[in-house]
């Protein structure tokens, strides 16, 4: 029997319902294999569906999804079934990881903060300097980087998965064939990551004619924003992102004249990219992903309006529009209650698994 799952919109909350028989169920001996369901990503309020950015060889599909929402919290991804995509990027912590920089394998720390994956289905270069072209691409990383999932290759990954029984129903329900395959583990995980939304906010609600969704302040902060604080400059568009990369001094060691993190330097080999870093989205749950920045260095919201009021950390590759905001201690704290005002729960319906295959 074909699981049964259904997408409940409810003013911006997405809920997926979905069957045991789904869960743990399997194409039974003789019985016809069903073809995968369509998916059709439902944006909510304030996001631009035209600006979705789903590959035409990973189609988004219920059975896919489901498959990889599984694989993204199942720590037997890690060599020694301790870290899976979640343990760095959680739905508690607006799927970052609360910590300065994320921990691996063997309590290993890496050396960059967990980016939240909110909203990344609008955009296809990923990763803090953007070596990654697809969420397919990133979902590739973690699982053989040494000091984070530690797998010894992607081809011992599909063995590993092999192993589990339960997973090859799934795959033949996902992708038509039980064979497991690294393209298809990557494609699974990125179709989950791309159901993973932030919109309907308070902010949201105000733009489309609410004047009662925000506060005085958040309305003066919005202005703030726009025009002497210049967020706007790379934090533009729907998603509050230019997708671009800046050099804001994150990082800059005085001493050594050096960055201790070059950031983007290190994929393009261009000497300007030296110490820039992807502009992140300021949708992406603001208030749980703390701290800040690529390496984590700044501990709150405050902390990080301060040092762009004081023009960034200067170093030779400075990005010509940082520069002193000469911001009062009243257009600080109206421009945080702008930035509280971008936060939404429509991506906090994500739940884990209470169970997996075996």
Partial sequence: MRAVIKLIVLGGFSLVLLSS?????CVKEGEEAV???PYTLEVPLGLNKFNLVIPED????VEKIELGRLLYFDKRLSLDDTVSCASCHAPEFGFSDGKKTSIGVGGQAG????????NRAFSSVQFWDGRAPSLEEQAKGPIINPIEMKM?????????????????????RAFGTEVITTQRIVQAIAAFERTVLSGSSPFDRYQAGDQSAISEAAKRGHEIFRDKARCETCHSGFNFTDEKFHNLGVGWDAKEGKFKDEGRFTVTGNEQDKGAFKTPSLRAALTKTAPYMHDGSLATLEEVIEFYNKGGEKNPYLDKDIRPLKLTAQEKADLIEFLKSLESDTWQQVKAPDKFPQ
């Avoid at 050396?111 to 909110?118: D, E, F, G, L, V």
């Avoid at 290759?153 to 033949?172: C, M, R, T, W």
Wanted: overall charge positive; hydrophobic content about 40%; aromatic content about 10%.
């Fill in 21 to 25: 028989l789904f869960l743990f169920g």
């Fill in 35 to 37: 073809a995968p369901t």
């Fill in 58 to 61: 990973n189609p988004m599909t």
């Fill in 111 to 118: 050396t960059r903060n967990a980016p939240s994956i909110i």
């Fill in 152 to 172: 010894p290759s992607h081809d011992a990954l599909v063995e590993k998965l092999n192993q589990i029984a339960g997973y090859k129903p799934l795959f033949q």
